[in-house]
């Protein structure tokens, strides 16, 4: 085992004399109390450590011991239901200081019940049996990649700590390897794949404005910038319990304490729409606030996603949310000054442009090793300083992500929530998820969104002029665009968070609500085409169930839409006069 002596120390950073050999991103113990760390530069015969916890108390010539092996997590089905911190360490009691082996929490004991006999042959990837938790899911006791071989025993059913070997695995050197239902993976690389699928159909998030403007793929990434007080941390809290995956893990990267306090209160007490049980079965926090060591939050963002493959390899559809990726940057920034690196662009490192596309690319929907189906679907929020979507973080990031959710001060001060700014956000494979709206019973779907998107943009249009002339003044057609523009925003994209029947919204909700709203549009028109003054629309009686209907209809209550369908034809038809009379008014005129 190499050794090495601290020389020199600033904060997290330490340099120490190598006595022995030392490999890049090695794993290292620092000091009596075992501190974490990880070499990040060798130099001769010396080693710059970066330190994932305080070094308050540090000295030179305190002695650091090298693991012989990266920095790694354990992951398994006992992460379900969990909090910890950025290095998978737990933060719901007990000790928290990772001992060897990367354990994150102490062993749970968990149901096994094997589908594999002696003899058998495996590959990396595939299963050896079902794993029960406590609650949640049935879970594949999943042999790890880099394993394959015979098996030459295997465990019967009954209950086993996570960390027990419930089979043996001889391989192709005829080694024999322990097989538990958890396994240690190193955090900065990706976890292998069968290969990797196009998609061709969105992550439903209930979020009507995302869903149906600005589709995220399953697989996808997504950024979400906005400035303070825009409500980014709302939001993805908001897709944390809306969205469609099977596994939420949610990231709190550096944020304030008090946040991710709610954060950790709320979600153990909401209960899953879809199933019934608590959410927090299906669940992942993982919590590095502000006042916790800067390098931890360096890291913390690679023991998420490596979580996140991990339950995709078990052929599961998981949402990663990151809150937010500004205060990684800023944590990289700190680490790479007091390694004495060259500044760039912002101050920020010049590597941050491939930082930042190592962590998105680990998303996809991929085939896996196993032969199923899952994915990694990355959501992360960024907080440029006084919401300059030009400075750095930003800028990079759009060049990684298909799905752009820009989020707009003056929007959240007008309390319209989600405050996604339909003009500054775009989704670059919205129009590739028509077939998959078609089959969802939205055929008009593409049709709507860019009629709703072309009416957003001749509102921000129309709106300069209306401040220089009136309102009043413009002519009738431009008054309907602006009546329609403001029935879009209040009838279908605000959305209350608030409201049981409306904080979540599925496809058939969101269909039936795009087509009633695109239907009033068209009737409105042709009632303006044939002279009726656009004051009298504002006096329909169908306007306020239709602004209303997103809080007072829910998803299963199909049968209320086609009432309010009904009435808004049975309006209209005694609103525009028929044919006839139109041709006698005009004569007589």
Same mark, same amino acid.
């Given at each position: 085992?190499? !050794?090495?002596?601290?020389?020199?120390?600033?904060?997290?950073?330490?340099?120490?004399?190598?006595?022995?050999?030392?490999?890049?991103?090695?794993?290292?113990?620092?000091?009596?109390?075992?501190?974490?760390?990880?070499?990040?530069?060798?130099?001769?015969?010396?080693?710059?450590?970066?330190?994932?916890?305080?070094?308050?108390?540090?000295?030179?010539?305190?002695?650091?011991?090298?693991?012989?092996?990266?920095?790694?997590?354990?992951?398994?089905?006992?992460?379900?239901?969990?909090?910890?911190?950025?290095?998978?360490?737990?933060?719901?009691?007990?000790?928290?200081?990772?001992?060897?082996?990367?354990?994150?929490?102490?062993?749970?004991?968990?149901?096994?019940?094997?589908?594999?006999?002696?003899?058998?042959?495996?590959?990396?990837?595939?299963?050896?049996?079902?794993?029960?938790?406590?609650?949640?899911?049935?879970?594949?006791?999943?042999?790890?990649?880099?394993?394959?071989?015979?098996?030459?025993?295997?465990?019967?059913?009954?209950?086993?700590?996570?960390?027990?070997?419930?089979?043996?695995?001889?391989? &192709?050197?005829?080694?024999?390897?322990?097989?538990?239902?958890?396994?240690?993976?190193?955090?900065?690389?990706?976890?292998?794949?069968?290969?990797?699928?196009?998609?061709?159909?969105?992550?439903?998030?209930?979020?009507?404005?995302?869903?149906?403007?600005?589709?995220?793929?399953?697989?996808?990434?997504? &950024?979400?910038?906005?400035?303070?007080?825009?409500?980014?941390?709302?939001?993805?809290?908001?897709?944390?319990?809306?969205?469609?995956?099977?596994?939420?893990?949610?990231?709190?990267?550096?944020?304030?304490?008090?946040?991710?306090?709610?954060?950790?209160?709320?979600?153990?007490?909401?209960?899953?729409?879809?199933?019934?049980?608590?959410?927090?079965?299906?669940?992942?926090?993982?919590?590095?606030?502000?006042?916790?060591?800067?390098?931890?939050?360096?890291?913390?963002?690679?023991?998420?996603?490596?979580?996140?493959?991990?339950?995709?390899?078990?052929?599961?559809?998981?949402?990663?949310?990151?809150?937010?990726?500004?205060?990684?940057?800023?944590?990289?920034?700190?680490?790479?000054?007091?390694?004495?690196?060259?500044?760039?662009?912002?101050?920020?490192?010049?590597?941050?442009?491939?930082?930042?596309?190592?962590?998105?690319?680990?998303?996809?929907?991929?085939?896996?090793?196993?032969?199923?189906?899952?994915?990694?679907?990355? !959501?992360?929020?960024?907080?440029?300083?006084?919401?300059?979507?030009?400075?750095?973080?930003?800028?990079?990031?759009?060049?990684?992500?298909?799905?752009?959710?820009?989020?707009?001060?003056?929007?959240?001060?007008?309390?319209?929530?989600?405050?996604?700014?339909?003009?500054?956000?775009?989704?670059?494979?919205?129009?590739?998820?028509?077939?998959?709206?078609?089959?969802?019973?939205?055929?008009?779907?593409?049709?709507?969104?860019?009629?709703?998107?072309?009416?957003?943009?001749?509102?921000?249009?129309?709106?300069?002029?209306?401040?220089?002339?009136?309102?009043?003044?413009?002519?009738?057609?431009?008054?309907?665009?602006?009546?329609?523009?403001?029935?879009?925003?209040?009838?279908?994209?605000?959305?209350?968070?608030?409201?049981?029947?409306?904080?979540?919204?599925?496809?058939?909700?969101?269909?039936?609500?795009?087509?009633?709203?695109?239907?009033?549009?068209?009737?409105?028109?042709? &009632?303006?085409?044939?002279?009726?003054?656009?004051?009298?629309?504002?006096?329909?009686?169908?306007?306020?169930?239709?602004?209303?209907?997103?809080?007072?209809?829910?998803?299963?209550?199909?049968?209320?839409?086609?009432?309010?369908?009904?009435?808004?034809?049975?309006?209209?038809?005694?609103?525009?006069?028929?044919?006839?009379?139109?041709?006698?008014?005009?004569?007589?005129?």
């Amino acid at each position: 085992m190499s !050794m090495a002596a601290i020389r020199w120390i600033s904060g997290p950073v330490l340099r120490a004399t190598a006595h022995g050999p030392f490999f890049l991103r090695e794993c290292v113990r620092v000091g009596p109390q075992g501190l974490l760390g990880e070499v990040v530069r060798i130099d001769g015969d010396e080693i710059t450590v970066q330190v994932y916890e305080d070094t308050t108390g540090l000295r030179p010539g305190t002695l650091i011991e090298g693991e012989r092996q990266p920095l790694a997590v354990r992951v398994g089905p006992a992460l379900l239901g969990n909090i910890f911190d950025g290095l998978l360490r737990p933060l719901t009691g007990g000790d928290t200081r990772m001992k060897a082996g990367f354990r994150p929490a102490p062993p749970a004991r968990l149901a096994f019940r094997p589908a594999r006999k002696p003899g058998d042959t495996v590959k990396g990837g595939e299963s050896l049996g079902e794993v029960a938790p406590a609650a949640g899911r049935a879970l594949a006791c999943l042999v790890p990649p880099d394993v394959e071989g015979e098996i030459v025993a295997i465990a019967p059913a009954g209950d086993y700590e996570d960390t027990h070997a419930v089979a043996t695995v001889r391989t &192709a050197g005829g080694d024999e390897r322990g097989v538990a239902m958890s396994h240690a993976w190193p955090v900065r690389v990706p976890r292998p794949v069968a290969r990797r699928l196009p998609t061709k159909e969105p992550l439903v998030t209930g979020q009507r404005i995302l869903d149906a403007l600005f589709p995220v793929a399953l697989g996808g990434k997504a &950024a979400i910038p906005g400035g303070f007080g825009t409500g980014k941390t709302v939001l993805l809290e908001a897709l944390a319990k809306g969205c469609a995956a099977d596994v939420i893990v949610y990231l709190g990267c550096g944020e304030r304490g008090n946040e991710m306090a709610g954060v950790l209160e709320e979600l153990p007490e909401l209960v899953d729409p879809r199933t019934g049980r608590k959410l927090m079965e299906r669940t992942v926090i993982i919590a590095n606030t502000s006042n916790m060591p800067v390098a931890a939050r360096e890291a913390s963002i690679y023991s998420a996603i490596t979580v996140a493959e991990y339950f995709r390899d078990q052929g599961l559809h998981v949402a990663l949310m990151a809150d937010s990726t500004s205060r990684w940057a800023e944590a990289l920034r700190e680490v790479s000054g007091r390694f004495g690196e060259l500044p760039g662009e912002g101050g920020y490192p010049a590597y941050l442009s491939s930082r930042l596309a190592e962590f998105y690319e680990r998303a996809a929907l991929v085939e896996t090793l196993s032969g199923s189906r899952g994915s990694v679907t990355v !959501m992360g929020a960024i907080s440029p300083p006084s919401g300059d979507f030009s400075e750095p973080v930003t800028s990079h990031t759009k060049r990684y992500v298909r799905a752009f959710w820009a989020l707009d001060v003056k929007r959240a001060q007008a309390r319209f929530y989600p405050a996604v700014h339909p003009l500054q956000s775009y989704s670059e494979d919205a129009a590739g998820f028509a077939p998959w709206w078609n089959e969802n019973g939205n055929t008009q779907w593409l049709e709507l969104r860019r009629r709703f998107l072309t009416l957003l943009d001749e509102q921000s249009r129309l709106e300069r002029m209306a401040k220089i002339i009136g309102k009043d003044a413009l002519p009738a057609r431009q008054q309907l665009t602006l009546a329609c523009a403001d029935l879009v925003n209040e009838a279908f994209l605000r959305q209350s968070a608030f409201a049981p029947k409306d904080r979540v919204a599925g496809p058939a909700k969101q269909a039936a609500m795009m087509r009633l709203v695109g239907r009033f549009i068209e009737l409105a028109t042709q &009632a303006v085409a044939a002279g009726v003054a656009p004051e009298a629309l504002s006096r329909l009686a169908c306007l306020r169930p239709l602004a209303r209907m997103g809080e007072e209809i829910g998803d299963d209550e199909q049968e209320k839409f086609e009432a309010v369908a009904a009435a808004l034809e049975t309006e209209f038809h005694a609103l525009i006069p028929a044919p006839e009379a139109r041709d006698e008014a005009a004569a007589a005129g």
